[in-house]
């Protein structure tokens, strides 16, 4: 069975970083694009990056996303956090056709 699993969640300071791995199985990996979506509380779930297979797109400039293939994860580097950051974070797995969801990993930033 396909599983995602987000790792890497958690308190930080403003200013900080942080990175969250997805860690896939359970599917051809090279197949996927992979993806990082937020959701706030009050408002919609927004795609923060996605990485094919050498193309990434990026709606936070402060965010890097990258993926290891021979590892199948995906990773979020996040910098230069700020409160408006804090949201769930989720990562998901798609092709035309399919899309898989991780549980979603929270991030806290606060002072």
């Known amino acids: 069975q396909v599983q995602l699993v987000e790792s890497g969640g958690g308190w930080v300071q403003p200013g900080g970083s942080l990175t969250l791995s997805c860690a896939a199985s359970?599917?051809?990996?090279?197949?996927?694009?992979m993806k990082w979506y937020r959701q706030a509380p009050g408002k919609e779930r927004e795609l923060v990056a996605s990485?094919?297979?050498g193309v990434t797109a990026n709606s936070v400039p402060r965010f890097f996303i990258s993926r290891d293939n021979a590892r199948n994860s995906a990773y979020l580097l996040m910098n230069s956090l700020k409160s408006e950051d804090t949201a769930k974070y989720y990562c998901?797995?798609?092709?035309?056709?399919?899309?898989?969801w991780g549980q979603g990993a929270p991030i806290t930033v606060s002072s």
């Open positions: 359970g599917l051809t990996f090279t197949s996927y694009v």
């Open positions: 998901s797995a798609a092709t035309r056709i399919l899309k898989y």
């Open positions: 990485i094919s297979t």
